[in-house]
Nanobody, 121 residues
């Protein structure tokens, strides 16, 4: 009913930048919080950043000052601008959205399939 498709992952050198995008589609009535999570090999999935419909943001401590989350409500899309990338940012990045399906009254979490970000020289 709802699909999230991420794009923008790539191999980048330390100190470089990448911009991730995640577009939600399907029977969308409303989207509350949208966010980015990441999971490195052997580690738990962690919050990178999230943003409310009204634009309030929240960042993980390890990315504050380097990453910026934004969204386009008209396009049901969330972005993650990543600057000053470090090898420890290497992970699969997942998009999550809190969505109310059209015609329903409750919100549920939906996840994308992930996009690989590798920071290496």
């Amino acid at each position: 009913q709802v699909q999230l498709v991420e794009s923008g992952g790539n191999l980048v050198q330390p100190g470089g930048s990448l911009r991730l995008s995640c577009a939600a589609s399907g029977r969308i009535g409303s989207i509350n919080v949208m966010g980015w999570y990441r999971q490195a090999p052997g580690k738990q999935r962690e919050l990178v950043a999230d943003i409310t419909k009204g634009g309030s943001t929240n960042y993980g401590d390890s990315v504050k000052g380097r990453f910026t989350i934004s969204r386009d409500n008209a396009k049901n899309t969330v972005y993650l601008q990543m600057n000053s990338l470090k090898p420890e940012d290497t992970a699969v990045y997942y998009c999550k959205a809190d969505v109310r399906v059209s015609g329903r009254g409750q919100y549920s979490d939906y996840w994308g399939q992930g996009t690989q970000v590798t920071v290496s020289s």
